[in-house]
Nanobody
Framework: QAQLVESGGGLVQAGGSLRLSCAAS????????MGWFRQAPGKEREFVAA????????YYADSVKGRFTISRDNDKNTVYLKMNSLEPEDTALYYC????????????????????WGLGTQVTVSS
């Protein structure tokens, strides 16, 4: 069965960097758009970034634009989220998701457009 597994989270000081990975298995996700969402304690899940199946288009939340970069390697069935200049406000559980209708900013921001989800990886940024 299809499975998404996130890794790369951890504890980092403000201003530091992390790279999250999301490995897909069980089916080919090369034709799926991929997204990253995050959820902090007591807050709703929020969109972070997304990338279309070809990698030709990327979308970012305003709060991470210029600091985070999403990319994918379809040969490895893996999507990445490079996070630079991390802030305490970035502390959250980060989820990877895959959807077959992701092609616009509007759709990529909507969690309901995604068909598969990982269990998340924790990112904690200390001040």
């Amino acid at each position: 069965q299809a499975q998404l597994v996130e890794s790369g989270g951890g504890l980092v000081q403000a201003g530091g960097s992390l790279r999250l990975s999301c490995a897909a298995s069980g089916r080919t996700f090369s034709s799926a758009g991929m997204g990253w969402f995050r959820q902090a304690p007591g807050k709703e899940r929020e969109f972070v970034a997304a990338i279309t199946w070809s990698g030709g288009s990327t979308y970012y939340a305003d709060s991470v634009k210029g600091r985070f970069t999403i990319s994918r390697d379809n040969d490895k069935n893996t999507v990445y989220l490079k996070m630079n200049s991390l802030e305490p406000e970035d502390t959250a559980l980060y989820y990877c998701a895959a959807g077959y209708g992701i092609g616009t900013m509007t759709r990529s921001r909507n969690p309901n457009e995604y068909d598969y989800w990982g269990l998340g990886t924790q990112v904690t940024v200390s001040s």
